[in-house]
């Protein structure tokens, strides 16, 4: 058994009452953290996170079509309008949700700002500095007013594991999409594809339509990033 696995089992009755309906896929023993009793929310990690406090984390990268890069730091990242955003985050491959409080600033907003820009038909990737983990978006999802980059959670600073300082916050996609530790943004052409769905371990992010209804959520306008 990994220790993972042996984690998910040691805190089997803390799942019961915390997080009811919890269901782990059959990759589950894939994933280097699974805390399913964390408080506000479960600690899920696909890779081992970064070390706390690192120098890099305290500023997002950004590269366009044009491979020109460029990093934001804290200043131009605050120079920005900040955003709340009170919103669901779903885990559909392990059954459940947690309403959360977000602060941030708009991923629309940075591009506007600093770049990166893409063609109409483009595609952005959200890379995380656990050095493996990245996932996609198209150009009109990224462009979504609810996609944030976050730095709080729930009226206080983001921690660490959940993806502090910065993490992606796609609330009408499934969780994965929502990077934590956030390193870079990068536009691309052509879809670059998540690790995901590399992995064969989803076809698409999208939302089922029963957690559609249930949480009200609204898709997405424009196109979509993953196949249909």
């Not at 984690?7 to 953290?33: M, T, V, Y």
């Not at 690192?54 to 366009?64: E, Y």
């Not at 900040?82 to 600033?105: K, S």
Request: aromatic letters at 10%; a neutral charge; one cysteine or more.
């Amino acid at each position: 058994m990994t220790a993972s696995m042996e984690r998910l089992a040691g805190s089997a009755l803390s799942l019961r009452s915390a997080r009811e309906g919890i269901r782990p896929p059959k990759f589950a023993d894939k994933f280097a953290q699974l805390d399913f009793a964390g408080d506000p929310m479960p600690v899920i990690s696909m890779f081992s996170p970064p070390e706390p406090g690192a120098a890099a984390s305290k500023a997002v990268g950004v590269r366009g079509e044009d491979l020109r890069d460029r990093v934001l730091g804290c200043e131009e990242l605050s120079s920005l309008p900040v955003r709340v955003l009170e919103a669901p985050l779903v885990c559909q491959i392990f059954n459940w949700h947690e309403q959360v409080e977000w602060t941030g600033v708009r991923v629309s907003d940075v591009i506007a700002a600093f770049g990166p820009e893409t063609h109409p038909e483009g595609y952005y990737a959200f890379r995380s500095h656990d050095g493996h983990y990245f996932e996609t978006l198209s150009r009109d999802e990224a462009r979504d007013p609810r996609v944030l980059i976050a730095f709080g959670m729930n009226g206080a600073p983001l921690p660490h594991q959940y993806g502090g300082p910065f993490r992606l916050v796609v609330p009408f996609l499934q969780g994965y999409k929502s990077v934590k530790w956030l390193a870079r943004i990068e536009a691309f052409r052509h879809d670059p594809a998540g690790i995901k769905r590399l992995l064969g371990q989803s076809k698409t992010a999208r939302l089922g339509q029963a957690w559609v209804d249930r949480l009200n959520i609204e898709p997405a306008a424009g196109r979509p990033g993953d196949p249909i």
